[in-house]
């Protein structure tokens, strides 16, 4: 299920005089941001998600651009979340607008699938004003392709997909409509003669996997296997309810104005404050990180580079002075000099904290301590009511982020 322009129909359910006007969700104050939503009047007059505002506004001289809220949207994602658990307790969130639900013990309480699925659209329209659409299939990957190809686009927004219909329907569609199959993938297969889902879905697998190799290498024999499974519609994963993995790596980053980021000591300002967060949110699940990933992109604002590099920590940690020490030496040992754009921080190979190394020269453990004293300041007022000196320059973004989700407004 999948809610439609999720953040612009929150807005619109907010604001009733709005409902016949055309709206998008984006910064009315930065004409150079991207638009995160737009109602679907919006999109008929030429405004698209991640155009600029700027040039939505031109577009749509009459568009009405509201800043995000994004609490506000998790809470109606996560009331939502809770109208679908009423329907059946197996509901696996994929996005904050999208949710994968399995209703095979439902169906002798509510009906079929699809008497089912109208019944679950008009509960949310009722209770929160935003339109779902729904794909209905007997895996999610074909529950999944059902919305974006067939749901998004039909006036009752459900559609079922089953196997039995792969070669009428799916099949027919350009390669690129496939899950999991973005602009990259879709020159592989375009070279490789493959125009067409369903002409992955006829080859034979081993066939399939042998132009794989010939056009990606050796390395590619397991996304042979996902696409050739994906076209047939073939998904052996369950809908699980709550968090499905282990995490791998915690990372995050920030995309910064290349302008105002050209010398060490104002970069350095945004790295340390990233690693600060990596290391909490490292902390908060109970990890510890062995491996430190710095990747960054500069830029004299013509031509562009990327680098991304990483080194192997004497110690599995999630305090922050060792963190930025390794983070800070692999950014100066790679950076050219140019202008930041981006900069991103990675604690991988995760470990269970439960033990901690100690050393002979570092009391580890009262720094852990005090680390955490001051998670927990910030988990009962705020990410802002404690910070490092460094984040009060100019150069940093912690205060701005701290009244942000997601980088995003509140």
């Keep these: 299920m999948d809610g439609q322009s999720f953040y612009a129909s929150v807005e619109k359910a907010a604001h009733p005089e709005y409902r016949d006007k055309p709206v998008a969700v984006g910064d009315p104050a930065r004409l150079n941001g991207i638009v995160l939503a737009a ?43 809770q109208i679908f658990e009423s329907y059946t307790d197996l509901v696996e969130p994929y996005s904050v607008d999208e949710q994968f639900l399995d209703v095979t013990g439902s169906t002798a309480y509510f009906g079929s699938p699809y008497e089912m699925a109208k019944r679950i659209q008009n509960h949310v329209l009722l209770s929160t004003g935003v339109w779902t659409r729904v794909g209905i299939g007997p895996t999610k990957v074909l529950a999944k392709m059902a919305t974006d190809n067939y749901a998004k686009k039909m006036p009752e927004g459900v559609f079922e997909l089953t196997f039995d ?9 350009p390669v690129h409509h496939m899950f999991m199959v973005a ?46 499974q994906t076209a047939r519609g073939i998904d052996p994963s369950p809908v699980v309810s709550g968090i499905r993995h282990q995490l791998k790596s915690i990372s995050h980053g920030k995309a910064l104005r290349w302008s ?55 110690e599995p940690t999630a305090l922050t002075h060792e963190v930025a020490a390794a983070a800070r030496k692999l950014f100066i040992d790679h950076w050219n000099g140019l202008p930041l754009s981006n900069l991103s921080i990675s604690l991988s190979q995760l470990t269970d904290d439960s033990v901690i190394q100690l050393t002979l020269f570092d009391d580890r453990s009262l720094a852990f301590r005090k680390e955490r004293v001051i998670d927990a300041i910030k988990n009962r007022y705020g990410s802002g009511a404690i910070m490092r000196a460094s984040s009060l320059q100019e150069s940093g ?14």
């Design 39 to 81: 109602c679907p009047i919006a999109k008929s007059r030429g405004v698209t998600t991640a155009s600029r505002v700027g040039e939505a506004m031109a577009k749509c001289p009459d568009l009405i651009v509201i800043r995000p809220r994004m609490q506000t949207y998790i809470q109606v994602s996560l009331f939502i979340t």
């Design 165 to 173: 219909k792969l070669e009428s329907t799916l099949w027919k569609l």
């Design 183 to 228: 602009s990259a993938m879709t020159r592989h297969f375009t070279r490789m003669g493959l125009g067409c889902i369903g002409d992955i879905a006829r080859m034979e697998f081993g066939e399939f996997k042998a132009r794989m190799r010939r056009e990606m290498g050796k390395q590619s024999d397991i996304q042979a296997a996902y696409y050739w």
């Design 260 to 314: 105002l980021y050209r010398r060490l000591q104002d970069i350095e300002v945004v790295l340390l404050e990233l690693v600060v967060e990596v290391c909490q949110r490292t902390r908060r699940h109970n990890y510890l990180g062995s491996v430190v990933t710095v990747s960054a992109a500069e830029t004299d604002g013509e031509r562009t580079s990327w680098f991304s590099r990483q080194m192997t920590l004497p």
């Design 397 to 410: 973004v912690a205060r701005e982020r701290a009244e942000q989700i997601g980088g995003h407004y509140k």
